[in-house]
Every structure is written in C-alpha cells, then in structure tokens.
C-alpha cells in the first residue's frame, strides 16, 4: 500500500485540498445535528444545551406537516416525470442537426437560461402572468376570455413550477448527455446505414444503449430532488393564495427554524430528510446496478 501511495504522491498532493476542504465544510458541520436532540436556543453553544430526546420530533405528528410533505412529493414527483427525461430527448433532438452552426446557435439559447436566478424567473413569470397588464391575461381578454389570476391560484402553481423547471434546467443538463453521445464510436452508425437502419432504429439500439450509464448516474443524483423540491424556486413564487398548495419541507424548515426560532424542530426535520434521501440513493444504485450494471459504487 505504502508503495502505491508513493507511486501516485502526485495525484494526491493534488486531491488534497478538495478533501481538506470537504472535511472542514462538509463534515465538520454535522456536529450540528445534534441540535435535533436538545433544547437549543440562540446565545447558548449547542453543546451546553440540555438534551431533548425525541422531543423536537413532535412535528410528525402535526397535520400541518403532513400537508408539506404532500405538497413536497407532489411537485417533486411532477418535476421528476417531467424533467428527467426532457434533457434526453433534446439532447437526441440536438444531436441530429447536421448545420453546426444551427447546431451552436440551438445549445446556446437553451443553455442560457440556467444563468438566470430563480428571481429574475419569477419576475419574468409575474411580468407575463399578472393580472395587470400580465400579457397572457392580455390575450385572455382580447380573445373575450376572463383574466386568470395565475400566480394566486392553487389550480395553476404546480404547473407553473414545472414549467419554469423546464424552461431554466432542460438545456443545461443536456451537456452531460451531449457528451455522453459524442463518445460512441462513429462505425457503429455507419454499420447501421448500410444494414439500412432508419434515425429511429438507430437511436433505439445505438445512441441510448450508449449513453444509458450516464442516464443511470443521472437518475441516482436526481432521486434525492424528490425530498428537496427547492426553496428558491418556489419561495419567490409563494404567496398567501396559494400557500395552501405551495407550502413544502424548505419553506416548513426556513418558517420554522428561522423566523420562528425552532431550531431543534427544524433541524429534525432536515436530518430526517437526509436519512430518506440517503435511503433513496442507496436504493435506486442497488436497483440500477442490478438492472444495467451501471451505478455510482
């Protein structure tokens, strides 16, 4: 062992700031967590604080907190069935244009709104949207329809966070995918030419057979989204008329812990998060490794 170490002392030397940095922000934090067990309150250390046990679990059993976690799968879920498989398609959409310089022009243009924060999206969501002088209530009127009030109502917000979802992500995570296509050997098209195999036959058993072990990384990533849906992009579109329905575990968390003060409940909350995310990723690379052999250990 000592002499593989010494043969790559390079490759370590150069790995060792990234784990140094790892280890002071990523696991020294987690001495936190035990503020999820004790009565912890602003001006004392969190290691002075008196211990709580299961206490500031309480909130599982608060039906305000059910409601979260509904209205957490339900966008999540959404998000995921709409999301996830978008990226795939415009990337096979993209990688059929012959004219590269369509081609640029089509990467940059859905790459550019992953630049945009989620607050410009919401301003640009309200300056369409609203009820005055939003310009699709403009052509609801002139086309003799009633304004909709959109960004108020509860019936419209999930919609209008999935679409956002789309129009800002769906482009940026076609790069991983674009790269992914560019590493299949060019002959295995031209085998399928002349075996006279249509775009669609060759999609079907050359281009997603090859970039199914990015998909696969992809969607192990992707699971632990379904816990997470998002407080920045839904915080700046939440409003008292469609709290009912927009009200998820970030915003439960930033209300709780931070405005309110209940910092064991808060952090209860986000450890039990991340325990099902973990089990999620755990589960969907245990299942993926079985059913393609591709997964992330």
């Given at each position: 062992?000592?002499?593989?170490?010494?043969?790559?002392?390079?490759?370590?030397?150069?790995?060792?700031?990234?784990?140094?940095?790892?280890?002071?922000?990523?696991?020294?934090?987690m001495a936190g967590i035990q503020v999820a067990f004790k009565d912890f309150q602003i001006?004392?250390?969190?290691?002075?604080?008196?211990?709580?046990?299961?206490?500031?679990?309480?909130?599982?059993?608060?039906?305000?907190?059910?409601?979260?976690?509904?209205?957490?799968?339900?966008?999540?879920?959404?998000?995921?069935?709409?999301?996830?498989?978008?990226?795939?398609?415009?990337?096979?959409?993209?990688?059929?244009?012959?004219?590269?310089?369509?081609?640029?022009?089509?990467?940059?243009v859905s790459y550019l709104p992953h630049f945009f924060s989620w607050i410009v999206v919401a301003y640009i969501l309200q300056s369409f949207l609203t009820l005055d002088g939003g310009?699709?209530?403009?052509?609801?009127?002139?086309?003799?329809?009633?304004?909709?009030?959109?960004?108020?109502?509860?019936?419209?917000?999930?919609?209008?966070?999935?679409?956002?979802?789309?129009?800002?992500?769906?482009?940026?995570?076609?790069?991983?995918?674009?790269?992914?296509?560019?590493?299949?050997?060019?002959?295995?098209?031209?085998?399928?030419?002349?075996?006279?195999?249509?775009?669609?036959?060759?999609?079907?058993?050359?281009?997603?057979?090859?970039?199914?072990?990015?998909?696969?990384?992809?969607?192990?990533?992707?699971?632990?989204?379904?816990?997470?849906?998002?407080?920045?992009?839904?915080?700046?579109?939440?409003?008292?008329?469609?709290?009912?329905?927009?009200?998820?575990?970030?915003?439960?968390?930033?209300?709780?812990?931070?405005?309110?003060?209940?910092?064991?409940?808060?952090?209860?909350?986000?450890?039990?998060?991340?325990?099902?995310?973990?089990?999620?990723?755990?589960?969907?690379?245990?299942?993926?490794?079985?059913?393609?052999?591709?997964?992330?250990?």
């Open positions: 062992m000592y002499n593989k170490i010494y043969k790559y002392r390079w490759q370590y030397l150069m790995i060792l700031p990234g784990v140094v940095l790892l280890f002071l922000f990523s696991y020294i934090p001006g004392t250390s969190i290691w002075d604080s008196t211990w709580a046990g299961w206490d500031n679990f309480s909130f599982l059993e608060d039906l305000q907190f059910l409601t979260v976690v509904q209205n957490t799968l339900y966008i999540s879920v959404l998000k995921f069935i709409c999301g996830f498989p978008a990226p795939i398609l415009l990337a096979l959409l993209i990688n059929e244009v012959t004219r590269p310089a369509f081609k640029r022009f089509v990467q940059s310009l699709v209530n403009q052509f609801i009127g002139q086309a003799g329809g009633e304004p909709v009030f959109f960004l108020g109502s509860t019936e419209w917000f999930r919609p209008i966070v999935v679409f956002s979802g789309l129009w800002k992500e769906t482009g940026w995570n076609t790069i991983l995918y674009l790269a992914a296509i560019t590493t299949i050997d060019p002959q295995l098209y031209e085998s399928a030419k002349v075996e006279g195999a249509g775009k669609l036959a060759q999609i079907r058993h050359i281009t997603l057979p090859g970039i199914m072990p990015t998909i696969s990384i992809v969607l192990i990533l992707s699971i632990p989204s379904l816990i997470t849906v998002g407080m920045d992009q839904i915080y700046p579109l939440m409003n008292s008329a469609n709290h009912s329905v927009a009200d998820v575990l970030d915003t439960y968390i930033l209300r709780n812990g931070l405005q309110q003060g209940y910092f064991g409940m808060a952090t209860a909350v986000g450890l039990l998060s991340s325990l099902i995310s973990l089990i999620l990723v755990v589960s969907t690379n245990q299942l993926s490794r079985k059913l393609n052999g591709e997964g992330l250990w």
